[in-house]
Nanobody, 127 residues
Framework: QVQLVESGGGLVQAGGSLRLSCSVS????????MGWFRQAPGKEREFVAA????????NVPDSVKGRFTISRDNAKNTVYLQMNSLRPEDTAVYYC????????????????????WGQGTQVTVSS
């Protein structure tokens, strides 16, 4: 098991940007595919972005495509979510998740497939 700690959330005006970071404990970070999810009050947890172990495969849903970018630095045990052109509907608690993955290039978008989760960081976008 690894431990995940998110940071970088906050309050931003519509059209602004934020960069979330997720620091992962342990020496085996490169063995994990990583993902970002979000959950707004009264809504189900929603997939936001995923990146493979080697960082070469990335997946984002249409709702954030062209605005959000996921990346990872295996030397720093950190995964990032760069969020640009933020909208009020992006307001949610954002969670980082890790899945121990045998395949270097595989990503997964389903929250049930992730084994470890961070505590979440609040992102609020004002109109």
């Amino acid at each position: 098991q690894v431990q995940l700690v998110e940071s970088g959330g906050g309050l931003v005006q519509a059209g602004g940007s934020l960069r979330l970071s997720c620091s992962v404990s342990g020496r085996t970070f490169s063995s994990y595919a990583m993902g970002w999810f979000r959950q707004a009050p009264g809504k189900e947890r929603e997939f936001v972005a995923a990146v493979s172990r080697d960082g070469r495969t990335r997946n984002v849903p249409d709702s954030v495509k062209g605005r959000f970018t996921i990346s990872r630095d295996n030397a720093k045990n950190t995964v990032y979510l760069q969020m640009n052109s933020l909208r009020p509907e992006d307001t949610a608690v954002y969670y980082c998740a890790a899945r121990r993955e045998a395949t270097m290039t595989r990503v997964t978008t389903t929250p049930e497939n992730y084994n470890s989760w961070g505590q979440g960081t609040q992102v609020t976008v004002s109109s």
